[in-house]
């Protein structure tokens, strides 16, 4: 006997309309998809806001006075960062509440609050640094959690 198979051959493997319904579908959801990655891209990021300092040598200290600071930073979420004038980093990120007097020998920087009633950063604070840990030239990065808000140079 002879074992004798048959292909079934149709004209239509699936039919039209749901072959248009798939094709639908598939533009659809890859146009989702090409939004939300454009979207992402165009979007601006948050704008951080800016703080403005004043720089002097005075005597042994630097002091780096605050002119104008944006909605209100607490030391508590404020940092410094120190570095000398080849890059290497003489004081890591550190919160402004941690530069107090009794911190003075460890970190060689203060915070002075001139506004003692506001928890917040105001126009007037300030920060003394010390000339001998940190030379003319050095600069200094003043950031928040969302990022930088002030930088500059002692000299």
Do not use: C, F
Not at 32 to 59: D, F, N
Request: hydrophobic share 45%; glycine share 4%.
């Amino acid at each position: 006997m002879k074992n004798v198979r048959t292909v079934r051959r149709d004209g239509h493997a699936v039919s039209p309309v749901i072959a248009t319904i798939l094709m639908v579908a598939i533009t659809v959801v890859l146009a989702a998809v090409l939004y939300v990655m454009v979207m992402t891209i165009i979007v601006p990021p948050e704008k951080i806001a800016t703080m403005t300092v004043s720089i002097q040598q005075r005597g042994e200290s630097w002091s780096v006075e605050v002119i104008s600071a944006p909605s209100n930073p607490l030391p508590s979420s404020t940092y410094l960062l120190v570095r000398d004038p080849d890059g290497v980093l003489l004081l890591a990120t550190t919160l402004w509440s941690e530069l107090t007097q009794k911190n003075w020998e460890t970190y060689k920087a203060l915070y002075q609050d001139a506004n003692p009633t506001s928890e917040a950063i105001r126009t007037g604070d300030s920060l003394l640094l010390s000339v001998a840990a940190y030379p003319a030239g050095s600069s200094i990065v003043i950031m928040s959690d969302s990022g930088q808000m002030a930088s500059g140079k002692l000299a």
